[in-house]
């Protein structure tokens, strides 16, 4: 279902690109050449994607055994990049443009196509949407919000033909496309923050981490847990703590708390991979906890 989603992304933006490039032509609007760029953009992030998906798909081997589930963020970092780019390249020709207006030709044209490059990308981020809450995957997500954002450029061309038309005002052309190279930089630090938030191991929200502790301690033999750690590639979500048990317990009935624990994380985070470090409770030792707290205060 992920490989479907990229290959569709692929299509569309080939598509757009040939459209596009043929209305720049056409009507030398630096607001369609915005457009034009971004769906440039969109095939190389395209090509980025499908790469980051496929190895986050492949399985666990000797060299990786976590897996190769921060394929993806890192897929997502480069889509961020090049958005980054295309904003700086469309941002000097706007100002350029602002500058030295130029008349916009054939508006016709322009309104056709702009308005099919709309319905082309409604159409994929519906599918991206329904691809990433079945499936899950943060580069395939990147790349809706991506899209997302192009039907809002998209839209926004449409509006300088329209002012253009009725004022006769050239630097509407320019300075829209200003106005998109900017909305493109936002969208591409909102992507980047995602992937290096997986790619930095951020822990997960508080309330996913309070919703572990309540299912730990809701074993009755369980006479407490500390550094809980978790952590998550994108897909998979990583759960690691020390679980405080009776000292003298049998090591089977511990195994069995360990077990019945795991079961029933799994059932709130079915992605979850859960490591367990028993400890006899009432033990002294260094915990990753005190020193978090101690560095905390400190600062």
């Known amino acids: 279902m992920r490989r479907s989603a990229t290959y569709a992304s692929m299509v569309v933006s080939i598509t757009l690109i040939a459209a596009k490039l043929t209305a720049f032509f056409n009507t030398d609007s630096v607001a369609i050449l915005s457009s ?6 969109d095939l190389l992030a395209a090509a980025v994607t499908t790469f980051g998906v496929a190895s986050a798909l492949r399985p666990p081997d000797h060299d990786h055994r976590y897996g190769h589930g921060k394929a993806e963020p890192l897929a997502a970092l480069a889509q961020a990049a090049f958005i980054t780019g295309s904003s700086v ?3 000097y ?14 508006e016709d044209f322009g309104y056709v196509v702009m308005i099919f490059a709309i319905v082309l990308s409604v159409s994929l981020v519906i599918y991206q949407h329904y691809v990433v809450r079945r499936a899950g995957s943060m580069a395939i997500n990147a ?24 004022t006769g005002i050239e630097w509407f052309d320019p300075l829209f496309a200003i106005l998109i190279a900017l909305a493109l930089t936002f969208n591409a630090y909102r992507i980047a923050t ?24 809701a074993q009755s033999s369980v006479r407490g847990m500390h550094d809980l750690r978790t952590r998550t590639d994108g897909e ?15 090591i089977k009935e511990a195994h069995e708390i360990d077990e019945a624990i795991m079961r029933d994380i799994h059932k709130a985070f079915p992605q979850a991979d859960v490591l367990v470090h028993q400890d006899p409770a009432g033990i002294h030792e260094q915990r990753l906890d005190e020193q978090i707290e101690v560095r905390t205060a400190r600062k």
Request: glycine share 4%; no cysteine.
């Open 143 to 166: 790349d809706r919000l991506h899209y997302m954002g192009d039907v809002a450029v998209n839209a926004a061309v449409i509006v300088a033909f329209g002012l253009y038309q009725l």
């Open 93 to 106: 020709e706007a100002l350029s443009r602002l500058y030295h207006p130029q008349a916009i030709k054939d």
């Open 36 to 41: 034009l760029l971004d769906s440039t953009i």
């Open 194 to 217: 995602q992937a290096l938030h997986v790619l930095m191991d951020r822990e997960l929200p508080d309330s996913d981490r309070e919703k572990i502790k309540t299912i730990v301690r």
């Open 236 to 250: 998979r979500i990583f759960i690691e703590f020390h679980l405080e048990l009776d000292g003298n317990m049998p």
């Open 89 to 91: 390249l469309l941002l």
